[in-house]
């Protein structure tokens, strides 16, 4: 069956550091990846997309790689601070439609 | 420009009752979609509407049915509630239909059935 794996439910880094974030998932032929950061409350609001023929991608502090042959995607905050603090949601995208498909998130936690 | 708008933020129901949520998707945004989410499921897809029709459908029972007028806005209606029925329903807009999108959610309706 298909599925979506984020590992770590929970991730505590120091200010400073970098985290690491990983998006693992099986059964699925994903054409794009996409990275979703959810504040408590709030819906997900759109960070990163990434296609399958592309292996990084960055923005400002933000990284994802991606491989199609792993089926991983490893999304990465540099320089985290306190106001990263969050959930951060991967979802595969078949390129067929808009629907998503989510994996369950990891929550971050930046500690001083 | 404002954002996906959805009410009511909050609602609380009791089991058997039926309630309809509405979103307002951003200026110019065709595609609507509607999602799910509880802390044991994650995010779920219900269903997805571009130009008035429904184009794609996730795998709920028929009591959760949507719509969308001509001028995107949608409305989703959960009949004969029941207590597993308890989550946050979100609605997100995106401009087309199609892979590569990305989706602007909105705050959300967070629905209680006692």
């Known amino acids: 069956s298909q599925k979506i794996e984020q590992n770590s439910e929970a991730l505590n880094i120091q200010e400073g550091k970098t985290a690491t974030l990983t998006c693992n998932y099986t059964?699925?032929?994903?054409?794009?990846l996409q990275w979703y950061r959810q504040d408590p409350g709030r819906g997900p609001v759109f960070l990163l997309l990434?296609?399958?023929?592309?292996k990084e991608k960055r923005k400002e502090r933000l990284k994802v790689t991606f491989d199609t042959t792993l089926k991983q995607s490893l999304f990465h905050i540099t320089a985290s601070q306190p106001a990263d603090s969050a959930t951060y949601l991967c979802?595969?995208?078949?390129?067929?439609?808009?629907?998503?498909?989510f994996g369950t998130g990891t929550r971050l936690q930046v500690t001083l | 420009k404002a954002g996906v708008t959805q009410t009511p933020r909050y609602l609380i129901k009791t089991r058997g009752q039926q309630v309809t949520l509405s979103c307002s998707p951003i200026?110019?945004?065709?595609?609507v979609s509607w999602y799910q989410q509880t802390p044991g499921q994650g995010l779920q897809f219900l269903f997805e509407?571009?130009?008035?029709?429904?184009?794609n459908k996730g795998n709920f029972p028929g009591r959760f049915s949507g719509r969308q007028f001509s001028n995107s806005r949608s409305e989703m209606n959960v009949s004969t509630l029941e207590l597993g029925d308890s989550a946050l329903y979100l609605c997100?807009?995106?401009?087309?239909?199609?892979?590569?999108?990305?989706?602007?959610f909105g705050s959300g309706t967070q629905l209680s059935v006692l």
């Open positions: 997100a807009s995106s401009l087309f239909l199609g892979g590569g999108e990305k989706l602007f």
């Open positions: 059964n699925y032929s994903p054409a794009y």
């Open positions: 990434i296609r399958e023929n592309e």
């Open positions: 979802a595969l995208d078949t390129g067929t439609a808009s629907k998503l498909t």
């Open positions: 200026s110019g945004h065709r595609s």
């Open positions: 509407y571009f130009s008035e029709t429904q184009r």
